[in-house]
Nanobody, 117 residues
Framework: QVQLVESGGGSVQSGGSLKLSCAAS????????MGWHRQAPGKQRDLVAR???????NYADSVKGRFTISRDNANDTVYLQMNSLNPDDTAVYYC???????????WGQGTQVTVSS
């Protein structure tokens, strides 16, 4: 079993920055892709960024050039550096981890990010 705990969310003004962290614990062996989704009020949960174990990253078009995903495999932690934030980035951000050979991903509890203008 894997537990994911996000941290680093908060409130920031437009143009500001935040860095989210997600630490995995438990049976972390076998983790392949890790990443972040977000869900704004009244909208579906969408992929923000993901990163393979070897560091191959993908981003949603809306965050390309502004967000950077990284990971520390030794510490089973994934990060999301968010720059040039705007109100459209306001959402609950959820960390996830995919396990080789397992059908269902693990999810964190979510952390709120609020960007004001």
């Amino acid at each position: 079993q894997v537990q994911l705990v996000e941290s680093g969310g908060g409130s920031v003004q437009s143009g500001g920055s935040l860095k989210l962290s997600c630490a995995a614990s438990g049976s972390t062996f076998g983790i392949s892709t890790m990443g972040w989704h977000r869900q704004a009020p009244g909208k579906q949960r969408d992929l923000v960024a993901r990163i393979s174990r070897l560091g191959d990253a993908n981003y949603a078009d809306s965050v390309k050039g502004r967000f950077t995903i990284s990971r520390d495999n030794a510490n089973d932690t994934v990060y999301l550096q968010m720059n040039s934030l705007n109100p459209d980035d306001t959402a609950v951000y959820y960390c996830y981890a995919r396990i080789w050979g397992r059908d269902n991903d693990y999810w964190g509890q979510g952390t709120q990010v609020t960007v004001s203008s």
